[in-house]
């Protein structure tokens, strides 16, 4: 049986490693700091799939094609929602105690879901509660794992992907063989100012990968929560928090976005996200107000218990007073591209979860969905890795475009980098909205920065960072139009079908 090396331990290095295991092959699993550390454990809202009768996998794909403003592939889409409960189910078995009322499982509405699809658990502790039985799932499977072991690189001979390179636990350089690598590091909130992602999330794999040659894509569409906590650290507040009737006012109190939207604070999420970003604007920054008096200090307190103590903690009481909200990066719909089975384009080497670009979001993502498609396509992964491995035989990796190589040559030349001044410019220049000459003028900033030696965690990830900014930034530039989480000021929206929501609940 194949030998494989998974790296990550979120929901779907866990999936992947738990999954391979139990198919037989030997697995080694690696994490850059604690095993449970990542964007899984922190998810509050819970997971998407069509679990209800009023609910099917058609109105899901509906839903979920009608978010990524038309640029979701639509046999991804089918994939995720035909697949979708089967995992949830999965989860349940692997000892996820999803929440349950009389009618069985509770399940909560979020922005731009036609039915009340969401499951939870402990309240606002899904990803807190799939983490946990997953890492006690991994630990009872013979998965060997490999705690503050960080991916530096990966290893490629004769065009495939032979293992990876490592930085142990004791600050060591090594080499790490393997038939098959998956590539499971999560997301790249750290690229900006303000961020609801956890430290690790600096786009480790993304950049390992293109370095490598894979292909990646989709950079530009990175999607904004509207409502994280304007306090330090931009904690989130869920979008099930709107589903339950919370509502969004300006400083004057105007709601906002029953003018901006047929479905005010649960429309699609980049579109409430603009719309606070402008209203801030309007108010010379101040925040949006996030109103959720109506739900009262006992539904706040039992349906969101871990929110109702981050808010408190902040020294806000929600039950009686609005809360000041500021968008946040969250989520990268593009990363490594893979096929249906999380084959990226490199042989021998895999990527699922928030680094893959499976197309499932096209432009915008679907609330809730992702946990769901690391899930569906770890499953996938899985069974894929039964496969014996390519034999590497030379293949043609993509030349990397001039602009790069130029910024390359500069780098060596040029100014260290800072990590603070890097995220600054990416949320001024990257950010919600985006014009050519801000991402022109971004662009030969961080063509002027050097990348820093590699030495320890924090140099490799300053150099993953300035990797990604750099692509994200011509991937901006290059997209000359305005649709989903991408909003070119200077580039006319793209026209888009109508979304299917006149029934929505
Ligand atoms: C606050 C918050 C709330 C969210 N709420 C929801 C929600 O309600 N529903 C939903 O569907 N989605 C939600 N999301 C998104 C969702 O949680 C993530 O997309 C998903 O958990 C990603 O899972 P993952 O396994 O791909 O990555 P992660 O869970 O981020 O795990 C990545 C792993 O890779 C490791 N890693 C990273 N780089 C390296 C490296 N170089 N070497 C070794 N290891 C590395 C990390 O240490 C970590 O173990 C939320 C995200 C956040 C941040």
Known sequence: ????????????GLWTAVRAAEAGCTVELVTKTELAEGSTRYAQGGIAAALFPDDSAERH??????????????????????EGPARVRDLIRFGVGFDRDESGLERGLEAAHSRARIVHAGGDATGAAIEAALVATVRRRTVAVHERTMLLDLLVEGGGVVGAVLLDADGAVVERRADHVVLATGGAGQLYLHTTNPAVATGDGVAAAARAGAAVADLEFVQFHPTALAVPGTPLISEAVRGEGAVL???????????????????????????????????????????????????????????????????????????PVTPAAHYAMGGIVVDLDARTTLPNLFAVGECARTGVHGANRLASNSLLEAAVFAERAARALLAAPTVPTPV??????????????RREAGRAMDRGALRTLMWDAAGLERSAAGLEAAASVLAGWRAPEVGDRASAEDRNLLELARRTVAAALARRESVGAHCRTDEPATQIPPAPYEEAA
């Open 1 to 12: 049986m194949p030998s494989v090396l998974v790296v990550g331990g979120g929901i779907a």
């Open 396 to 409: 043609p990796t993509s030349p990397e475009s001039p602009d790069v190589d130029r910024s390359r040559a």
């Open 249 to 323: 006012r300006d400083a004057s109190g105007r709601r906002f976005l029953a003018e901006a939207h047929p479905l005010a604070e649960l429309a699609p999420r980049d579109v409430v996200a603009r719309a606070v970003w402008r209203t801030m604007a309007e108010q010379g920054g101040a925040p949006a107000l996030l109103h959720a008096t109506a739900l009262g200090g006992d539904v706040l307190a039992r349906r969101f218990p871990g929110l109702d103590r981050i808010v408190r903690d902040a020294g806000f009481d929600w039950s009686r007073e609005p809360i």
């Open 61 to 82: 794909y509906a839903d979920t094609i009608a978010a990524g403003a038309g640029l979701a592939d639509p046999a991804v889409v089918r994939v995720l929602c035909e």
